[in-house]
Nanobody, 119 residues
Framework: QVQLVESGGGLVQAGGSLRLSCAAS????????MDWYRQAPGKERELVAA???????NYADSVKGRFTISRDNAKNTVYLQMNSLKPEDTAVYYC?????????????WGKGTLVTVSS
């Protein structure tokens, strides 16, 4: 089992920045990739960014050039740096972990952290 705990959400004005963190614990040796998803009110959950154990990354078109996913293997932590935030980025952001593949069907989920971007 893998446990994931997100932190760093909050309220920010449009154009501002936030950095989300996701600390992983447990059987982390089984993890192939880490993902960030988000779910806005009334919308389906969507993949925001993913990073493999080798460092390859993938981003949703809506966040390319604004968000950066990274990982610190020594701390078992994944980050999502979010810049130039827009009101449409408002959502609950979830960290997820994949044992196989990446950003398709995660095996583990965190409880989420709320990001609110005011206009």
């Amino acid at each position: 089992q893998v446990q994931l705990v997100e932190s760093g959400g909050g309220l920010v004005q449009a154009g501002g920045s936030l950095r989300l963190s996701c600390a992983a614990s447990g059987s982390i040796f089984s993890i192939n990739a880490m993902d960030w998803y988000r779910q806005a009110p009334g919308k389906e959950r969507e993949l925001v960014a993913a990073i493999t154990s080798g460092g390859s990354t993938n981003y949703a078109d809506s966040v390319k050039g604004r968000f950066t996913i990274s990982r610190d293997n020594a701390k078992n932590t994944v980050y999502l740096q979010m810049n130039s935030l827009k009101p449409e980025d408002t959502a609950v952001y979830y960290c997820a972990a994949d044992e196989t593949g990446w950003g398709q069907s995660p095996d583990y989920w965190g409880k989420g952290t709320l990001v609110t971007v005011s206009s």
